[in-house]
Every structure is written in structure tokens, then in C-alpha cells.
């Protein structure tokens, strides 16, 4: 079994940058990539980004292009997640989590993850 803790969650200012962490431990060996997602209040759990465990690739959602940056720590087994120029559009809950199921070694499609970090909220103010 994999356990995950993240960190970094707050409340910034619009224009802001924000850094989430997520630190994996035990069964890190079954881990074939690592991903963020956010869920806004009364919506959906929506996929941010992810990048595999060995860190050689990572993939997008078009809304976070460009504004966020995923990263992996292998010494630390850690990923981490950097956001800037932050919106009061953004403000969700953030989990990190495992995948993928199916053995790929990327993957973006919710389902594929498991277990989940504990969700940090990060809060937006104008």
C-alpha cells in the first residue's frame, strides 16, 4: 500500500504563486506515475496534471498549460506541483494521487488513480 501526505495548501492573493507537495510512501514500487487534480466546489474531480514516476515525462489538462509545472523529487519521492499567476477562479481542493491501474505509465483519466493524498485547499483572494 502506498501512503500519501501533501503540503503547501493556503490562502494566496490573484497574481500569486503556489507550490503543492505530495510525499509517497511505502509500496512506491507499484507507482507508475504520479498526478494532480482539483475539485471546485460543487464540481467534479477534474485531472491538473501528472508526470511518471521516473520523471521522464509529464502531461497536461489545457487549463493548466502554461501556468503550472509538475515535478518529480526521486531522491524524496516526492512530486510536487508549482501554480503561478493564480485567479480567484482557481480556488479547489487539490489531491494528489497514484496510477495508473492499467500499468501505463502516464495516464490522466481519474479512474486510473488510487489511493489519493488528503486534499489541500488552496483559497484565491482578489
Known amino acids: 500500500q502506498v501512503q500519501l501526505v501533501e503540503s503547501g495548501g493556503g490562502l494566496v492573493q490573484a497574481g500569486d504563486s503556489l507550490r503543492l507537495s505530495c510525499a509517497a510512501a511505502?509500496?512506491?514500487?507499484?507507482?507508475?506515475?504520479m498526478g494532480w487534480f482539483l475539485q471546485a466546489p460543487g464540481k467534479e474531480r477534474e485531472f491538473v496534471a501528472a508526470v511518471s514516476w521516473s520523471g521522464g515525462s509529464a502531461n497536461y489538462a489545457d487549463s493548466g498549460k502554461g501556468r503550472f509545472t509538475i515535478s518529480r523529487d526521486n531522491a524524496k519521492n516526492t512530486v510536487s506541483l508549482r501554480m503561478n499567476s493564480l485567479t480567484p477562479a482557481d480556488p479547489a481542493v487539490f489531491y494528489c494521487?497514484?496510477?495508473?491501474?492499467?500499468?501505463?505509465?502516464?495516464?490522466?483519466?481519474?479512474?486510473?488513480?488510487?489511493?489519493w493524498g488528503q486534499g489541500p485547499q488552496v483559497i484565491v483572494s482578489s
Open positions: 511505502g509500496r512506491t514500487i507499484s507507482i507508475n506515475a
Open positions: 494521487a497514484t496510477g495508473c491501474r492499467s500499468g501505463r505509465r502516464l495516464c490522466w483519466v481519474r479512474d486510473e488513480y488510487y489511493p
